[in-house]
C-alpha cells in the first residue's frame, strides 16, 4: 500500500494570512490539492494539521482522509513530517510527501512515481520536471527512520540530497514545469489566473520513467535561490 501525506500545518507567516484557506474558483487552495491528490491511484491518505485546525479541518470536509493533528507544529516542518509517519498503518510500504500549497499538483506524476517504484524499489524518487527536480517525493519505507529523526524547519531535504549524492535517488521525468507553491500575494495571484485560464480535461500525462544520465541527475536540483522548493520544503514550509 502506498499512502500520501499532505503537509498542510504551517502558519503561513509569508503571507500574512493562512494559505490553505485561501479562495480559489470558490473553495479553498488546500481542498483544490486535496482533490488532485485523491484522483491518483494512493491507497491512502493523510493530511496533517497544524496552525488553523479547525479551519483547515472544515475545508477538506466530506474528501476521503484521514486528517491527523500535529501539536508541535511551530517546532518545524520535520514535526508534521513525523506526525504523518506516525499515522501510518504498517501496511504501508512507502508514502508520498504533498505541499498543501500545490493545488497544480498532476495526479498523473503521483502515479508516475508509484508506477515507478513498484518497479524499481528505489529507496527515494522525486519528479524532474523541465525546470528541475521537485515535488512531489516518495520515501520507501526503508527510509522512514531517517525521516523520523529530521530536527526543525528543513523538511526532508538532508535525506533527499544525500540520496541525491550517493545516486541512489531516482528522478522520474514529467513534461512541463513544476506546480508552483504560494507564499506571497503575487504567488496567488498568479495561481488564481492560471488555474482560471486551464482548459477542461485531463493533465499531461508525464513521460515513461526512465534512470537519468549522470549528467542530468547532477543538474537536476535547483540553486538554493531559485523559486521551485526542495523536495518536501517550501522555506517557510506548509508543514
Not at 504523518?84 to 502515479?111: C, E
Request: proline share 10%; glycine share 8%.
Amino acid at each position: 500500500m502506498i499512502a500520501g501525506i499532505v503537509l498542510a500545518a504551517g502558519r503561513s507567516s509569508r503571507l500574512g494570512r493562512p494559505k490553505q484557506l485561501l479562495p480559489v474558483l470558490g473553495e479553498p487552495l488546500l481542498r483544490h490539492t486535496v482533490h488532485r491528490v485523491l484522483a491518483s491511484s494512493l491507497d491512502n491518505v493523510v493530511l496533517v494539521v497544524g496552525h488553523n485546525a479547525d479551519a483547515i479541518r472544515d475545508a477538506v470536509a466530506g474528501l476521503s482522509l484521514d486528517v491527523v493533528f500535529n501539536p508541535d507544529a511551530a517546532l518545524g516542518q520535520s514535526t508534521s513530517v513525523r506526525a504523518g509517519l506516525a499515522a501510518l498503518s504498517p501496511d504501508n510500504d512507502a508514502a508520498i510527501f504533498i505541499l498543501g500549497d500545490q493545488p497544480g499538483i498532476d495526479p498523473n506524476v503521483i502515479d508516475a512515481l508509484i508506477s515507478a517504484w513498484r518497479e524499481s524499489q528505489a529507496p527515494i524518487l522525486a519528479p524532474h520536471y523541465e525546470d528541475g527536480m521537485g515535488n512531489p517525493v516518495l520515501f520507501d519505507r526503508r527510509v522512514f527512520p531517517e525521516l523520523a529523526a529530521l530536527q526543525g524547519d528543513t523538511g526532508a531535504r538532508p535525506v533527499v540530497q544525500a540520496y541525491h549524492a550517493s545516486g541512489d535517488l531516482q528522478l522520474v521525468p514529467v513534461a512541463g514545469p513544476a506546480p508552483p507553491d504560494v507564499d506571497t500575494e503575487d504567488d496567488y495571484a498568479a495561481l488564481v489566473a492560471a488555474m482560471s485560464s486551464q482548459p477542461a480535461g485531463r493533465p499531461p500525462r508525464p513521460q515513461a520513467p526512465r534512470r537519468l544520465t549522470r549528467e542530468e541527475t547532477n543538474a537536476s536540483a535547483p540553486p538554493k535561490s531559485e523559486k521551485s522548493p526542495s523536495p518536501i520544503e517550501t522555506g517557510e514550509g506548509v508543514g
